[in-house]
């Protein structure tokens, strides 16, 4: 069966993305995180998600020196704060991410949040994008509406839009929007911290191809086309997260019935007034 960490989705301006990442969110101690990074990339995890949020990217360049890859095998994502996203802010901090993360591009950056500065800070990515100092651009927790206004503002169509997306919370219409707009998506939370064990039908699929719920609902995700970036410390649970979703193929039918689960449950931040009223 394929190993899915060196499958690629293409994204619409032709750059190749890996479908499989490495999350890093609260990965802050530098011995452990910056081990658990160098150990992910060393099992064939070629991408690297971080944020200026994070304050891990110092952290995430350490790994990646510890490990026996390059810069260039890799595709590092980070995304700009709510903070930082007035234009010219945007542009300084994604300098100094440059220098946090010791790179002279990045391969996608997000606005991380929808913001009344959010078109703002994409359209000063899009001009780091025409400087070819980023490879792809986009956006994170973008709902429809979030979306379909900011097509309408740009110059440059998102390539990505990370969302939180798991089987609770399956985000079958914004795909379809996504899809039919050619933005990818990505998800976070993708295993519900951990509580897709405590889902019947899961446990149940997990039983039946003798492997875990974490990687039903990852393998869920990848088979919907939707990039994941599962995240851990721990190197037995990084190694797993990448190699039992390559045991197994779930059927159109039980992934149809992963999308019906319900109730929608959403543990993040609500998109809809996140940020609408105060910088978190």
């Not at 900011?150 to 997306?165: G, K, T």
Request: aromatic residues 8%.
């Amino acid at each position: 069966m394929e190993d899915l960490l060196r499958k690629n989705v293409k994204l619409n301006n032709g750059i190749d993305m890996p479908m499989v990442g490495l999350g890093t969110y609260k990965m802050t101690d530098p011995v452990e995180g910056a081990n658990a990074i160098a150990a992910a990339i060393n099992m064939g995890y070629r991408m690297i998600d971080t944020a200026d949020y994070y304050n891990n990217q110092k952290i995430v360049a350490k790994g990646i020196e510890k490990s026996s890859k390059t810069r260039e095998d890799l595709f590092i994502t980070s995304k700009i704060w709510f903070t930082d996203q007035a234009h010219d802010d945007t542009i300084k901090a994604f300098n100094r991410i440059l220098k946090e993360l010791k790179t002279d591009y990045l391969d996608l950056v997000l606005v991380h949040w929808p913001s009344d500065k959010g078109t703002e800070c994409y359209k000063a990515l899009e001009e780091l994008y025409n400087d070819k100092k980023i490879r792809a651009i986009g956006v994170s927790n973008y709902l429809e509406d979030d979306l379909k206004k900011l097509i309408s503002e740009v110059d440059i169509v998102p390539m990505v839009d990370q969302v939180e997306l798991h089987p609770l919370l399956p985000m079958v219409e914004l795909q379809k929007f996504a899809t039919k707009n050619k933005v990818h998506l990505e998800s976070w939370r993708t295993m519900l911290n951990g509580e897709v064990a405590k889902i019947p039908y899961i446990e149940e699929l997990a039983a039946k191809y003798e492997t875990t719920p974490q990687a039903i609902s990852l393998k869920w995700a990848l088979q919907r086309g939707i990039i994941i970036i599962p995240k851990s410390v721990h190197e037995d649970r990084i190694k797993a997260n990448a190699t039992e979703i390559n045991k197994f193929d779930l059927t159109k039918e039980e992934i149809q019935k992963i999308n019906e689960l319900g109730p929608e449950t959403r543990l993040g931040p609500d998109p809809l007034t996140y940020g609408k009223e105060e910088t978190k």
